[in-house]
């Protein structure tokens, strides 16, 4: 009996023996560090006769503490492994995690924080041979200031038949979030980068094109040099299938007019390292205006020309021709006239784009037409509407202050260069809830883009929505086509008149609803729709087939359109039934930063926008601004 005692616990010791020897051989201890500790850990407990093994360089770091990617920028530097007193390693290749853009020490550098894995591939000279790992690691960590770190770190691995360590899942899980090298069994279908040298400037010009909307898109790039932190200007295409990221770097950090560019792509769904070969092209400014930023500005100009046309802007335009029919016959007058409109409403363009820029300076939400989501702005509407209205039905008789009388009110037909600019001013401001459909592209970007390219694109809309009065002003002669002043003159103002009252009872019902909204109780929901603030939608995606979600506004007027013609017409109603649609809405009457947030996601900053999702196309399909009935049904019968 007890001789097989001694028995069992001599195997029992060496049970323990050897799995003590397992465990040292899976994993080095941690280096010393207070801010941050190193160690290197094994998937197997042998090498299994594999010549290829990913062992796992892991990184635990402080709170608020990071460390460098391989192209940090400045005041950083990326880890160095030097591994040339091992044994029987034929080469080391270490694998890099997507990492992180972070502000430290002032600078913006590129990184990661808290805990890190880098997969290391190293390839065994001889399987049949024991493996002596031994790695001098230095690498860098900051947070209010910076500290180096070294570590030696040295891992035995026997040859022989293995099984799998403790580590083996993490260091498998850090091989799966390292970006992949080919577009293969992604949604993406295209990816090129180019450099361009402008002056004493070289741009590198990344594009990425995807089957689904690309959303969240971030880029990092490296070279052999190593380049500076840049944050790239990010625009999108109109369907956001193809988003476009230029970095701007000054002549002297691009040491080489050939190099090799490794630049990772992530967003929603993908991954990507792309290695690309770069040749320096030397190109002019205008040159260096892609296809597509020439399609924005002439988009812009386009757009803006098509708001006069629109039933928020005719009235005031044709106010204008009226103004005009019965003023002097002095070409000169007539000119300045229409000159003084046309700076009006350029002014109020590029007034608009300024506080634009400032409110997003602040890091606030901003959207096109969220100046009629301020009840003080609509009060403020309503009263100039009414004094618009008042003075061409003829009425004066209320005590009107002396200067408003005398620059506002007088008139339509005096020569007032205040009125004139006035005019042009007040014009732009009621295109706003009309414009989306027509400027909604050149918005989209210019809302993504340098405070300097959204100025200028703000200025190219309000140059288009000027051209008649700028055509008017340097060819005066043409007023002769006009049709001549007549008795005819006062129908047309009662007309136009009567137009502006309805905008006035339409901004009205805007402002009554405002003041609805104060008071929770007197909310009427529709029982067919899901408020888009108050459900799970990733939730409702998983659990419903097809998903229709109307973003909308009192003020939008194209929401409206959409609205009474298309998604509650009858035709529509009866297929949305009948394909079990769920229909989600978005009211953004008054602000709301979760629909705005929304919105940025699909890189849009105006309404309407409508977007269908189902379980086989989770990323969705974006409508068209101005909806027909026929893209409703073609949709649907797609995304099914």
Known sequence: MKKILNIIIFFLISYLSFSFQQTL??????????????????????????KAIFFGLQYKLLSGWKTYWKSPGEGGFPQEINWEFSK????????????????????????????VLFPLK???????????????????????????????????????????????????????????????????????????????????IVVAESENIIQNPEFFTHSEFGLPVVKPTISFSPNSKRVTAKFDYSKKNIVKNNFVLDTIFKNNYNTIEYTDKITVEKISNFGLINNSMLYIFVISILGGMILNLMPCVLPVLSIKILSVLKSSSNKLNIGKSFLITSLGIISSFA????????????????GWGMQFQQPLFLIFIAIVLLIFSLNLFGFFEFNIPAFANSQIVEGLTSNNYFRDFFNGFFATILATPC?????????????????????????????????PYLVFSFFPNLAIFLPKPGI??????????????????????????????FDKTNESADPNWINLTSVDLKNLKRNNDIIFIDITADWCATCQ??????INSKEIIDVFEKNNIIKVKGDWTKPNDQIANYLQKYNKYGIPFNIFYSKNNPAGIILSEILTKKEILETIQKIK
């Open 25 to 50: 051989g899976n994993e080095t201890e941690w280096s010393n560090g207070v801010e941050s500790q190193v160690r290197l850990i094994s998937p197997l407990t042998h090498n299994n006769g594999q």
């Open 88 to 115: 029987n390693v034929k080469n080391i290749e270490v694998q890099w995690p997507t990492p992180k853009y972070f502000e430290i020490l002032g600078f913006t550098s590129i990184g990661y924080e808290e805990e």
């Open 122 to 204: 190293i390839e065994i000279e001889d399987i049949a041979k024991e493996t002596h790992i031994n790695l001098q690691i230095n690498y860098l960590v900051c947070e209010d200031i910076c500290i180096p770190g070294n570590a030696n770190l040295e891992l035995l691995m026997s040859p022989g038949k293995a099984n799998f360590t403790e580590h083996h899942f993490i260091i498998q899980k850090a091989k799966s979030l390292i970006p992949r090298s080919s577009l293969k069994n992604t949604n993406l279908i295209n990816f090129t980068s180019k450099a361009y040298e402008e002056g004493n400037n070289i741009s590198i």
């Open 351 to 366: 007034i608009l784009a300024l506080i634009l820029i400032f409110i997003r300076s602040l890091g606030v939400n901003i």
């Open 435 to 467: 414009s989306a459909p027509f400027v909604g592209t050149a918005l989209t970007v210019a809302f993504t883009q340098s405070a300097y390219i959204m100025f200028g694109i703000f200025i190219l809309m309000g140059l288009g929505m000027a051209f």
């Open 488 to 517: 005819w003159m006062n129908y047309i103002k009662y007309f136009l008149g009567i137009l502006l009252v309805g905008t006035l009872i339409w901004i009205l019902s805007i402002l009554f609803n405002h003041i609805s909204y």
């Open 561 to 566: 359109y959409n609205k009474i013609n298309v």
